[in-house]
């Protein structure tokens, strides 16, 4: 898995309950559509019949000479009136045994128009059957839609339908909302249960049918993004087997650069990498340089990172391969992204060392802090001086939380006023708390060893909690610690069999910086290009916000 990849952030946490533990659930049968007539049904009716009989006693009158003429007519009028003296209670028996479908609503209209057309003339339907075809309501459940749109016929005779996850309570009552029968559910959850999470469906996720002309389930696909699909299709013996279906990413190498003039976000979106590559930066150059404090007007910047497409829609960023930032406070800071194994990679200082020292000062990629370390904060719920012994990170719902360092996790689930916690040991008698999560990454259960990092739930706001964010807060030895006074010691060197290839990899792409233009300083002539070495704040300037 490369950096930065932008698909598979779930951005709106639902908190969706899932209804599938240890097995399938019982569950409620889905209500009859076969219901007794309606008293606004009863009254229609009555209406229906009063119409008709006296469009009868009318014709009676005024053309009863033109009857005897014509049988095709006599035999109409015949069948109106015997319509007519159809009982509400027969009616309603007719009801529960006409199940509405397609296939039967055009059959009725078939017949119907067989009356006025002599070249299609059939035999009639019976008027019983005729006036129940006619009146018979289509049944829809609540949080469907009629197929239209989402339904159509493939090449090989196949229907296929689309909905939505929604506002179901879980995986299994989104595919019997979508239309699934309650032996296609267990089949299907059966079939995907080792593949999909269930716990984080969302309501934008996509279910699709695909069924032959009796009606039979042939294919499935739960589909989370447009790079992540599950499919369910028919083997050999009739039973539906899951996979992932893998989806061919097409990469595009960008190298841009450029200045900055009010923000760093502002002028990467200028060179065309968008606003929210701004987190890259402060993630890569942590503990070097603190964007809201250091970033001046005429810092410049470059990038070397994959942009990434799917049938020619982008889909985000991919592999970041070289950061590099000209500060005129800090100084030339340089970054590049190596993998020691496939798929498991961090970035690196030209000295081949690890960006991140011992701790991540923060684990997740932030709005703003909301509150910070503070033993005499009065606390917003309840009103009262209690110690807070750690820092708030205000961030949207969903956004990743990572391991702060290599550790091992003493506790992962719900406790009290923390809402969603993980707890984790790290080594000196080090521990690290990460409160209020939307979820808990999958397999990060107690006793599991996790890496620096490596992404352990996602922002929330369970427990006792104002808005989303992270409650992050280290303790040593029993007693907690401000977070944001365990600076950064020098980061883990390569392996030394690795130490060759990464200088080779450092300078092809240290010379691929150099030759990237910066796109035009800004306008005011107050500002000019950044001295490299300059660690003066130069006069009259201000911090620049990061985004």
């Known amino acids: 898995m490369h950096y930065g990849h932008a698909i ?37 009716l009555r209406i229906r019949n009063s119409v008709g009989a006296s469009f009868v006693l009318f014709a009676i009158g005024s053309g009863a000479a ?77 949080n469907q839609t009629a197929m239209t749109a989402d339904a159509f016929d493939t090449p090989e005779g196949l229907q296929q339908s689309v909905k939505r996850f929604g506002k179901a309570r879980g995986f299994r009552d989104a595919l019997l909302s979508a239309g699934a029968s309650s032996g296609e559910a267990n089949e299907l959850i059966e079939a995907l249960t080792s593949l999909v999470d269930f716990r984080h469906c969302q309501p934008e996720h996509e279910l699709l049918f695909e069924r032959d002309q009796t009606r039979r389930l042939v294919r499935f696909e739960y589909r989370v993004g447009i790079t992540e699909i599950y499919r369910a299709t028919r083997g050999k013996e009739g039973k539906l087997v899951g996979r992932a279906v893998e989806i061919p990413i097409d990469k595009s190498r960008l190298a841009k650069g450029g200045y900055i003039s009010r923000s760093l976000r502002q002028a990467l979106e200028t060179v065309g990498l968008g606003g929210g590559f701004a987190g890259v930066f402060v993630e890569a150059f942590e503990g070097h340089i603190d964007f809201k404090k250091d970033a001046r007007a005429g810092d410049n910047f470059k990038a070397i990172v994959d942009h990434e497409y799917v049938n020619g829609t982008f889909i985000g960023t991919g592999t970041v391969h070289a950061l590099e930032y000209h500060s005129q406070r800090k100084g030339k800071l340089l970054a590049f992204w190596y993998e020691v194994k496939k798929g498991k990679g961090d970035f690196y200082s030209a000295q081949g060392r690890t960006m991140q020292g011992g701790w991540l000062r923060t684990p997740v990629q932030y709005d703003h802090i909301s509150s910070k370390f503070n033993l005499r904060r009065k606390h917003p ?78 922002v929330g706001s369970t427990g006792r909690s104002t ?81």
């Open 8 to 44: 598979g952030i779930p951005i709106p946490g639902m908190g969706i309950k899932p209804n599938i533990e240890d097995g399938l659930p019982t569950h409620r049968p889905l209500p009859s559509v076969d219901l007794a007539l309606l008293p606004q049904e009863r009254r229609a």
């Open 66 to 142: 033109l009857f005897v003429f014509s049988d095709d007519l006599r035999d109409f009028v015949a069948g109106i009136v015997s319509s007519n003296r159809i009982d509400e209670n027969e009616v309603e028996a007719n009801r529960s045994s006409q199940r509405p479908n397609a296939r039967k609503a055009e059959a009725t209209l078939t017949n119907q128009s067989s009356l006025t057309d002599p070249d299609r003339r059939e035999a009639p339907l019976e008027p019983e059957k005729e006036l129940i075809a006619a009146m018979k309501p289509v049944v829809l459940e609540s």
């Open 381 to 458: 719920i309840l009103k009262r001086v209690i110690p807070h012994y750690g820092v708030d990170y205000a961030a949207a719902p969903g956004t990743p939380v990572k391991a702060a360092a290599d550790g091992k996790v003493s506790f992962a689930g719900f406790k009290g006023a923390n809402g969603n916690l993980v707890v984790l040991n790290h080594n000196n008698g080090f521990q690290t708390f990460y409160a209020h999560l939307l979820r808990i990454a999958r397999g990060i259960r107690f006793g599991v060893s996790v890496e620096q990092r490596q992404v352990i739930g996602s």
């Open 467 to 547: 808005g989303p964010h992270l409650h992050f807060a280290i303790k040593r030895n029993g007693r907690f610690l401000d977070p944001a006074t365990q600076l950064n010691g020098p980061g883990k060197p390569l392996p030394a069999s690795e130490e060759s290839k990464f200088r080779r990899l450092k300078q092809a792409l240290i010379n691929e910086l150099e030759k990237i233009p910066l796109a035009a300083a800004p306008e005011d002539s107050e500002i000019s290009p950044p001295q490299e070495e300059t660690e003066a704040l130069p006069q009259g300037s201000e911090s620049l916000d990061v985004f």
